[in-house]
């Protein structure tokens, strides 16, 4: 019984397609699909056919924006994969989902290698420890190089690209590859469903041999078995180089590298025996590690273990309330009570679905190693853990950016406001990196994302959803405050007495600047500060964060040192020292020289070389800064940072200045001074 429940799990690959927006994410997913026999039509996104945009949004777009699970099967493994956003505004689904997953595809485009969001997913997968393949896309495009796409992977995200093919033919002409492990030339005629294989050609037979040798040198360079075997016989068999490959892919030692063309449906077949061949089941990965009462636990994926998963995407859908888990150890079957260990509740599982986008397969259980959709959960939010009642666990949840971009949205008719509440409540719910507040001096309803696109989208939603005239305000960029100038030893005292016991409290605070963050320390000695007056006390500064002195902003950069303090033997608490950290940091930041942060943005703009001089003069006017300029396939590109506040409509402006042929993409960078600096109070 333990030998096929292990069997099991082997035969399982939980994996995630990354890339820049239009590297051909969701094309090769399709192709995937077509490939296991999963779908009998080749999906579109030019179309708006394809299985994992289903969205009506994505499909008006052309882009992914919703994180899509599927399901399929080749070679006897279950292979679940999600199709996940490229565009920058919706990169916390895709760090939701890195969160859940044993392994991923990272695809570039041949023409032009990495790009500004790739080498963004490619460090939140970093961040996770997610072991990857690279497939490099459409090199039957003009100007496709598999050598210069390859070198891009090599100097900006640095890792040890371990390429296994060879490309037949450039261009128009690809025609198919050359699998190096196995020196056999694997070919696609236009219509043909599966590849052909035959002996490499002979023009290309030298080359291929001195790639093969190339291959060989690098894994051993890095690999104990293929390093004896190497220097044993000088060459490597095919079966070791596999077996060494997929452990240096497993390690993160190496990336095995493949090429193709997935809307001509070259490539993919020999990426999903890589898929199979190299990267992690749920048996490879470490036990997942999870806390409860202060002690760490770790759960084997073990279908007979305690029951523990993690939610990770939350959606609406016209049957019900679907819950994305991903089952780390144990078993559930329909009908089983959980704990939700986050909420601190008893959910009931109604039923659990093996998703494919927008359809689900019913199943009767979901064991260890599954992704599945769960339907009858009601109080289950991203990051939540779910988990065996007698066994209680909580596992650490994807992190949640802080969102940069703001609106104000309000309904056209009064009459409508509660459903735009109720609405706006389930969008947050759905999506941790959309936050809804009511601003105070206003009284309006304020909406923040990542991103113009992202407000875009959500409200969009709503009125497709609920049919809601809703009014929009202009965008607004999320500032930050931090101390430019400190002060030290500022004295505050908290005294309140109102009848019964009072409240007494007394600190000494030093505030300086820090570079990034928040940071709370203690210096006090002689025990005049009990410790648990100590922590209320960095309680109370937290709350203080909340609201700068500039402009009511979030504030951080800062260090705050309680040098001293005094106690009253009846009077104090907790709750006392917790508000006068708060009030005593609000004065001691009044104190301070501040300084407002903006959001700041890297922005790559590709544009024809004639259009060069008219982009550089208008980034210069919106107070870019340009860090590279450089010729790639017959158009420049050019890098520059610019405040987010300068960005909104430069779509519609590049456009203008290109005659429709510029485009531009932008990552945060995080925060730089503003231009208006508060003097000293």
């Known amino acids: 019984m333990r030998n096929n429940l292990d069997r099991h799990l082997a035969a399982v690959r939980n994996l995630g397609i990354l890339a820049h927006v239009d590297a051909g994410k969701t094309t090769v997913t399709e192709r995937i699909l077509y490939a296991t026999g999963t779908t009998h039509k080749r999906g579109e996104v030019h179309d708006g056919t394809t299985v994992t945009d289903f969205d009506p949004q994505e499909r008006d777009r052309g882009i992914t924006i919703f994180a899509a699970a599927v399901s399929c099967a080749w070679r006897d493994h279950r292979v679940n994969l999600i199709d996940t956003p490229g565009h920058v505004d919706f990169a916390d689904e895709v760090e939701r989902s890195l969160r859940v997953l044993d392994g991923a595809v990272a695809v570039f485009d041949a023409v032009a290698g990495v790009e500004p969001q790739s080498e963004s997913v490619w460090r939140q997968a970093d961040r996770h420890g997610v072991p990857r393949i690279a497939f490099v896309n459409k090199l039957d495009r003009a100007g496709a190089d598999l050598d210069a796409a390859v070198a891009s992977i090599r100097e900006r995200l640095h890792p040890v690209p371990l390429v296994v093919q060879l490309p037949i033919g450039t261009e128009d002409a690809f025609t198919g590859v050359v699998d190096l492990l196995r020196m056999r030339a694997l070919t696609w005629e236009d219509g043909a469903e599966a590849a052909t294989g035959g002996p490499v050609p002979d023009q290309l037979r030298e080359e291929a041999l001195h790639r093969r040798r190339l291959l060989e040198e690098a894994v051993a360079e890095r690999h104990p078995a293929a390093l004896e075997e190497f220097c044993d016989r000088e060459t490597l068999s095919a079966a070791t180089l596999s077996s060494a490959l997929r452990d240096l892919t497993r390690t993160g030692d190496g990336v095995v590298v493949l090429c193709g063309s997935a809307y001509r449906n070259r490539g993919v077949e020999p990426l999903l025996d890589a898929v199979v061949d190299y990267l992690p089941s749920p048996l490879d990965v470490p036990a997942v590690h999870g806390t409860y009462d202060g002690a760490d636990e770790r759960r084997p994926a073990d279908p007979g273990a305690p029951f523990a998963a993690l939610a990770f995407k939350v959606a609406a859908t016209p049957t019900g309330r679907l819950t994305y888990v991903r089952v780390y150890s144990g078993t559930i079957e329909k009908g089983d009570t959980v704990w939700d260990a986050t909420a601190g509740r008893g959910e009931r599982i109604g039923r659990i679905l093996r998703v494919r986008a927008d359809r689900h397969a019913q199943l009767e259980r979901a064991v260890a190693g599954d992704i599945v959709a769960v339907v009858g959960l009601k109080s289950a939010r991203a990051g939540s853990t779910l988990c065996a009642p007698d066994a209680p666990l909580v596992l650490e949840p994807p992190g949640v950016a802080d969102p940069v971009v703001s609106v104000a949205v309000e309904p056209r008719r009064s009459t409508d406001t509660e459903r735009l509440v109720t609405a706006l409540a389930r969008l947050a719910e759905e999506d941790p990196s959309l936050t809804v507040r009511t601003d105070a001096e206003t ?239």
């Open 443 to 681: 009284g309006q309803t304020v909406l923040s994302g990542m991103g113009e696109l992202h407000l875009e989208v959500a409200v969009e939603k709503i009125r497709r959803a609920l049919g809601l005239e809703i009014n929009v305000g202009r965008p607004r960029v999320t500032y930050r405050e931090t101390v430019a100038r400190g002060v030290s030893g500022l004295v505050f005292r908290h005294v309140k007495q109102d009848g019964g016991a009072g409240q007494f409290a007394h600190v000494v605070l030093d505030v300086e600047p820090l570079e990034d963050g928040f940071d709370f320390r203690s210096a006090v000695v002689g025990g005049r500060v009990p410790q648990e007056y100590v922590r209320a006390v960095e309680a109370g500064c937290r709350d203080a964060l909340a609201e700068g002195p500039l402009g009511g902003h979030t504030v951080t950069g800062l260090r705050v040192t309680l040098t001293d303090g005094a106690t009253h033997v009846k009077d104090s608490s907790e709750m006392a020292f917790r508000t006068a950290g708060r009030l005593a940091l609000r004065e001691a930041l009044r104190g301070c020289a501040m300084q407002l942060l903006e959001p700041v943005v890297e922005v790559t703009v590709t544009v024809p070389e004639g259009a060069v001089g008219g982009v550089l003069g208008d980034l210069a006017a919106r107070r870019g800064r340009v860090t590279d300029s450089q010729v790639r396939g017959g158009a420049a590109v050019v890098t520059a940072t610019v405040p987010l506040a300068e960005l909104f409509g430069y779509a519609t402006r590049l456009r203008s200045r290109t005659q429709g042929r510029g485009a531009f993409t932008a990552r945060p960078t995080g925060y730089a001074p503003a231009p208006t600096v508060a003097a000293t109070p």
